[in-house]
């Protein structure tokens, strides 16, 4: 037996770092929001699988240290599953180090898989229980849409959707590196979070209060010259906004002109890679 999820990336629309916690953490505001850019999961049962099995195709690990293979192997001890012959094939397209949640999104992908094949029946906020566990992303990636996401990111408030666009998305090569990204932010000044505003504005309905909403305090505490040069020429292409999503580094840009967005990616190619997206609603399980 064969079964297939998409993986949708996902958004920030805005990130705010609210302090350090006493473990060690960093309490967070967001506004998330899933996109159609996505990797296909692929869960496979049946004679010649025996054991817990991951495969991708583009280096990734296959045993623990892959988030599908955690994702799993709690999913089995929750439900107290003892047969865990499965074999997982992921299809990336969701770029790695992008801030794009593409691990988070496999993991969500496989617990929606395992809870289909299993016929376990597990509800939404079971599932995101499972994957609080995985990783901090993972339970919004669960049904994903628009959500305020706080804590950790594991505490979830659906938000109004964001109205349809075209996004623009653009991964440089710069790296950024999340603990130093977060170490960063402990020096930096305090700063009127951004997250209150976009969620009033995804309840106007109105995409340019949107698009005047965004921010990332990671951004603004880890100056690259990429990151805006790129959001500069998104602007200067049409983009009613332009930000960095998660710790970066990729950028992404609103357009209400597909067209628009077209032209501006492939000014962007010199910067890396490109893709065109929409945004996605949350889904049901």
């Known amino acids: 037996m064969k079964w297939t ?28 929001q899933s996109v159609s850019l996505c990797d296909q999961v692929t869960l496979m049962r049946g004679e010649g699988i025996s054991g817990l099995q991951v495969a991708c195709g583009n280096g990734a690990p296959s045993g623990p240290e892959n988030i599908v293979w955690r994702a799993a192997q709690s999913f089995f001890d929750y439900c107290d599953i ?15 180090q992008a801030g794009m949640g593409g691990g988070s999104s496999d993991g969500a992908a496989a617990l929606r898989l395992l809870n289909r094949a299993y016929g376990t029946g597990l509800s939404p906020e079971e599932l995101r229980q499972i994957g609080a566990g995985v990783g901090a992303d993972v339970p919004f990636c669960v049904t994903g849409g628009t959500m305020q996401a706080q804590g950790i990111g594991e505490k979830l408030t659906p938000l109004a959707p964001l109205p349809d666009c075209t996004l623009l998305l653009c991964k440089p090569p710069v790296g950024v590196s999340t603990p130093q990204a977060f170490r960063e932010s402990d020096r930096a000044p305090a700063v009127p979070p951004k997250t209150p505003a976009m969620a009033a504005a995804l309840a106007s309905g109105d995409l340019n209060q949107v698009a005047a909403c965004l921010g990332n305090r990671f951004q603004e505490i880890l100056p690259l010259p990429e990151i805006e040069e790129i959001v500069a020429e998104m602007r200067f292409g049409g983009a009613l906004g332009a930000c960095m999503t998660g710790s970066g580094s990729a950028v992404f840009g609103i357009f209400t002109e597909e067209s628009a967005a077209q032209n501006t990616g492939e000014a962007l190619r010199k910067w890396g890679q490109v893709w065109l997206a929409r945004p996605v609603p949350q889904w049901e399980i």
Not at 82 to 89: N, S
Request: net charge negative.
């Open 5 to 32: 999820e998409p993986a949708y990336a996902k958004l920030n629309l805005t990130l705010d770092i609210l302090g350090k916690l006493e473990n060690g953490y960093h309490s967070l505001s967001m506004v998330m």
């Open 82 to 96: 003892q047969d865990q012959d499965a074999l997982f094939q992921i299809e990336k397209h969701i770029p790695s």
